[in-house]
């Protein structure tokens, strides 16, 4: 069955004329739907309502800014208080002190923060900041990882034909968009992720010239791709014995997999590490953090990071919230939304190994999952994502979801994401449908 959506055709039709593509995103129009992309109306706990009245079990979560799913009566019970007494005063608030000692109390790589909007901003002025206390230039990231869309690090971000990589001991580096100056990358070095050899490589080549090395800690922008044993805390090292910093890009991954985000979960002390997404519990929040000596370069304006929407008074509050019910009673929505996530990861797992007709296979850690059709066991890299995932399959796959209700971004490259109000029946339902999905999909 499929469901009807005259009014979300009609809205693109009207969007088309006055909006990219109908919408604000790339990665919410035809550029990752193939189609007319469904217009949402509201949200409520796990559930999403379509301008037509179509309703989904949401496992996109706003790509991971919902921990706490939509709507939920904590964040609607602090929005209807304290908008009302002011949204953004772009001043000195007493909640921007208390969240950020809630933050620096929690994270004990974390002595000081600095709040901006979203994760580019925050990774733009890691960079500079980087750059700023080392004297050096160059920046080492890897290939399939983003860190925002600012110039000098889109690179190697996208699926690209496997031909026009390059050796991995010397990746071509490829811009990931039209308007990005030569010269805004020259410094900007990629390698392959996951691989010990290259980094030791990498680093013995350029590691004295190197302000910071880059990484998400799982790979989030090629679906869930785990860790080596003992490669972060490796890379780790290797930027000690080199002089550079340690930059640990948790956008992703800060307050969904861990309390303490990737860095609690591999035992790592970042030198820098910026959340997002999660952080603001659906409003634009971000942070940059750590020690005092590295977050000092930015005092006075040395290393300068100015925001007029820095530390939004609404955000902050909303982001108060979001922290102190995740932390209660031990943190113990963190273990919750983690469970979930990984029952569906299982339950996904075994409906694979019962039809392995398709190919498919499920990765994940904690609230992270994604499902890749390939003639791989495991997707390890960037690599492995570009010559042996089949994009367009997961993508009709998703859009056959929708039509069962059940709401996945239908680009590869991302992932679904559990929630504390996610429940042991909606994985069932969510299950049963990809198995149909599956069974109604030709091989």
Known sequence: MTSSIPNSQALF??????????????SRGPAAFGTTPRY????????????DGNEYIDWMMAFGALPMGHAHPAIVETVTNEVARGTHFATALEVEVEVAEILCDLLPHVEKVRFANTGTEAAMAAFRLSRGLTGRRKILKFEGHYHGWSDSVLLNSNPQAPTALG????????PDSSGILEESWLDTLVAPWNDFEALERVMATHGKEIACVVTEGVMSNMGVI??????????????KEHGALFYLDETVTGFRLAAGGCAEIYGLT??????GKALGGGFP???????DHIMEGLEWGKVLHFGTHNAGRLPLHVTKTMLTTMLADNKANFKLIADLGQKMTAEIQSI??????????????NSMFQIFFTDKDEITDYRDFCGHVNRIKFRDFALKLFDKGIYMNPGATLHSLSSIV?????????????????DEMPA
Do not use: F, W
């Open 13 to 26: 039709d009207r969007g088309i004329d006055v909006l990219i593509e109908g919408v604000s995103s790339a």
């Open 40 to 51: 949402m109306s509201h949200g409520k706990g796990t559930h999403l309502y379509d301008v």
């Open 167 to 174: 050796h991995k001991n010397s990746p071509i580096r490829i």
């Open 226 to 239: 785990l860790p080596k044993d003992g490669y972060l805390m490796r890379m780790q090292e290797l930027c």
């Open 270 to 275: 970042p030198d820098i590490v910026t959340y």
């Open 285 to 291: 929040m971000a942070c940059i953090g750590g020690p």
């Open 352 to 365: 694979a190994k019962s039809n392995n007709k398709h190919g498919m296979i499920c990765q994940g850690l």
């Open 422 to 438: 996610h429940t042991d029946e909606e994985i069932a339902i969510t299950a049963k449908a990809i198995a149909e999905v599956l």
